[in-house]
């Protein structure tokens, strides 16, 4: 896998998803997005998850992880992540 390409895939993806309404983001804690997008011919697989890294303070840690759907690259993908506080928190918790 070309970590340099896939390394920007992520960050953009990461950027992207940092960029949403806090609705949006909370939606992430529950299911994970997954999408396929091709650069330079090499199709990379793409997967953002979302999970509270300190649940009391809100503080959730965005995970986007990619992968060239090879065989090493699947089972070690590159990954990004950063960490976002909530404003109102999630309901219902």
Request: glycine residues 6%.
């Amino acid at each position: 896998m070309n970590k340099e390409k896939a390394g920007q895939i992520a960050e953009k993806k990461l950027q992207e998803i940092l960029c949403r309404k806090e609705p949006d983001l909370i939606k992430l804690l529950d299911k994970s997005e997954y999408e396929l997008r091709t650069k330079d011919g090499v199709e990379y697989q793409i997967r953002a998850n979302a999970f509270y890294d300190d649940k009391d303070e809100k503080i959730i840690r965005v995970l986007v992880s990619v992968d060239d759907q090879g065989f090493w690259s699947t089972f070690m993908p590159l990954t990004v992540s950063d960490l976002l506080t909530l404003k109102s928190g999630r309901m219902g918790d």
